[in-house]
């Protein structure tokens, strides 16, 4: 039974009686304090109440409870005890808000001997889910208030506070960490608003309860490289990152690898899965709408470098970067060479013959008319890519054709050669 006893407040005390022989006397009671659903015990105490009845009135509508120990009122909640018939106790369990009045103890004498207390219930604070938030979704830009209201008795105070310690994202020269009201007004929001809030009630009455709000304010992707260029070395690892912002937070994924300006490639910027040799993360951050997504690509190879594209896509947009993967040694990345010359190459290097540098993987060899050459492209992300290509004259090739002298025409090399021929002098002799 938990009862907290107040000072006297407001309470109806009868005239005063003097202490004399035989004079039956009900000694000032005092008011009581009970938590809801707990027990009260009101104390009425007495000097000379011999054969005479105690009585327990209920202020409101003058009911009378009980007498002695007889209980009189058809709740049954309510019961007496005494001790040794002088202290008499008015006890009612599991006490409702409804009880909170005043209670009288009166001993039937001829001037009514009476002393009166004040039963206060309190109720501990409470933060019903109906009509309260329990997650808010905004979009960026929009105004948002935050709304918690709570009940008890008395009526409770209600605190804002954030879940992440960091100040409220209100309007104040000076950060704010609490606001009291039931309201919370943020105004404008922008993502970094996103986190969960807390409206703690308290009315001085244990135990002190508490709601959560959760705020998530959607927005369309934000991607930046960490880094937009990575070197490495062939045969090591390299990794590439990517910071994303999003919320919702959508699909995140690693494209390429494309070629560098200049270069042709046979499969321009497949999606990339991850593989023996390719791992692909999706790290969390502190805020929950931040994400670092990361590529490692486990012992390079040449097919390995070129442009990178990290994308991010949600219901409010796409959004991407790109991060080139270069050779450290400053080689060009991406071996392709024809099929045939490979063969040649592969041939004449075990015969040990042939000491010609390497040739321009990237330079296509012009085959005989109506023929085609075969790109290969060496081991890569599981396999061998090769790609059949119809040879086509290009627009050099064409003027390199009509610059070139017709058969049987001379050139100028030609020329400069019988300029080089000495002339044989003629020399005419006239007779005369």
């Not at 919702?248 to 046979?266: D, E, N, T, V």
């Amino acid at each position: 039974m938990a009862v907290v006893l107040g000072t006297a407040r407001g309470a109806l005390a009868s005239r005063g009686m003097e202490h004399s022989q035989g004079l039956v006397i009900v000694e000032k009671m005092e008011n009581v304090t009970a938590l809801a659903a707990r027990s009260a015990k009101i104390t009425c105490r007495t000097t000379n109440l011999a054969d005479r009845k105690v009585a327990w009135i209920r202020r409101t509508g003058a009911a009378v409870l009980a007498v002695h120990t007889t209980r009189i009122s058809p709740d049954t909640r309510i019961r007496v005890t005494h001790e040794n018939g002088r202290t008499w106790h008015l006890h009612i369990d599991s006490v409702r808000p409804a009880d909170q009045d005043w209670y009288t103890c009166q001993v039937n004498t001829p001037n009514v001997t009476q002393q009166h207390a004040f039963l206060e219930v309190t109720v501990p604070p409470d933060i019903s889910s109906d009509g309260n938030m329990s997650e808010v979704t905004a979009f960026e830009g929009e105004n948002v208030t935050l709304i918690c209201r709570a009940s008890g008795v008395p009526q409770p105070n209600v605190t804002w506070r954030r879940e992440d310690d960091l100040p409220l994202p209100v309007h104040s020269p000076t950060p704010v960490y609490t606001m009291g009201g039931s309201r919370l007004e943020l105004g404008v929001v922008r993502r970094h608003f996103s986190s969960d809030y807390y409206c703690i009630a308290s009315n001085g009455w244990p135990p002190a309860v508490s709601k959560r709000v959760q705020l998530r304010v959607n927005f369309a992707p934000e991607v930046r490289a960490a880094r937009r260029v990575v070197t490495a070395v062939r045969g090591q690892n390299a990794s590439l990152e990517c910071a994303v912002e999003a919320w919702p937070r959508g699909l995140c994924y690693w494209s390429g690898p494309q070629p560098a300006a200049g270069r042709w490639s046979p499969r321009p910027g497949a999606v990339l899965q991850g593989g023996d040799r390719l791992r692909i993360g999706l790290l969390a951050a502190a805020a929950h709408y931040r994400r670092r997504l990361v590529l490692t690509v486990h012992s390079v190879a040449g097919t390995d470098f070129g442009r990178y594209r990290c994308a991010c896509e949600n219901p409010l947009g796409e959004a991407h970067d790109t991060v080139e993967l270069r050779d450290q040694s400053g080689r060009r990345g991406g071996s392709f060479s024809s099929s045939s010359s490979s063969s040649s190459s592969s041939s004449g290097s075990s015969s040990g013959s042939s000491s010609r540098p390497p040739s321009d993987p990237y330079r296509r060899r012009r085959p005989e008319p109506g023929g085609s050459t075969t790109l290969s492209r060496g081991t890569g992300y599981g396999g061998t890519f090769q790609e059949r290509v119809p040879y086509s004259q290009t627009e050099d090739e064409s003027a390199a054709e009509e610059r070139r002298p017709a058969a049987g025409a001379p050139g100028i090399t030609s020329l400069l050669h019988l300029l080089a021929v000495p002339i044989l002098p003629v020399i005419l002799h006239c007779t005369t």
